[in-house]
């Protein structure tokens, strides 16, 4: 069995759930440039770390695993 569609179905799936973390173009947070530091969402939440309660706003999304 060729991989190809097995692959297309992939692509298919992670763009559906790519077009489902974006917002909405009503919501609330279209206003937002960043996102807070370790908030391991893909949906843009601050313009400055005072948004985050201190932490950063940083450019892109970041997933802090908690320390064992």
């Known amino acids: ?4 569609p097995f692959r297309m ?3 298919a799936v992670a763009a559906l759930l790519f077009m489902a973390a974006l917002p909405a173009a009503s919501s609330p ?3 937002f440039t960043g996102y807070c530091a370790c908030g391991c ?6 313009n400055t770390s005072a948004d985050c309660g201190g932490s950063g706003c940083l450019k892109a999304p970041t997933c802090c695993l908690a320390s064992r």
């Open 9 to 11: 179905i992939l692509l």
């Open 29 to 31: 947070h279209h206003g």
């Open 1 to 4: 069995m060729s991989k190809k």
């Open 41 to 46: 969402s893909f949906v843009k939440d601050c």
